[in-house]
């Protein structure tokens, strides 16, 4: 008995088109359409607090593409698990990869939370590896 809440695919299907039509297409309407209006956003890069709204999104993708980097994104992986959702992805930025994974809840297929940790990546020779921080 999972009430009204649409099944795992759907909810997937979801994420990616918001990830496809975000990036993709560079279209940041689909903000409005896949996110709820009370929407809570959490990212180590705003602080420990919540960021309630849609606004913040917006934001986000219009900065990210006033930068020109035309990034298409790329999901890596997607797993399903009750009405939440993780997907780790890459976004091509010419000289600089980002790397994240975000989670998403859906309610009645729009996503009503996300907890994103995303950052630049640079292709480390082996031997740094080691030098650089995995877990802090």
Request: net charge negative.
């Amino acid at each position: 008995e999972k009430g009204n809440s649409m099944s795992s695919e759907g909810n997937q299907a979801v994420v990616t088109k918001f990830l496809q039509e975000a990036f993709d297409r560079q279209n940041v309407d689909i903000v409005d359409e896949v996110f709820a209006s009370d929407h809570v956003l959490r990212s180590p890069e705003t602080g420990t607090e919540e960021v309630k709204g849609t606004k913040v999104i917006k934001r986000a993708l219009e900065d990210y593409h006033t930068k020109g980097s035309g990034a298409g994104c790329t999901i890596l992986n997607q797993i399903a698990e009750d009405d939440w959702i993780a997907t780790s992805y890459t976004l091509g930025e010419g000289q600089e990869d980002h790397m994240g994974v975000m989670f998403s809840r859906l309610v009645d297929s729009k996503i009503q939370e996300t907890f994103v940790v995303a950052r630049e990546v640079s292709s480390a020779p082996e031997e740094e590896w080691e030098d650089r921080k995995i877990f802090n």
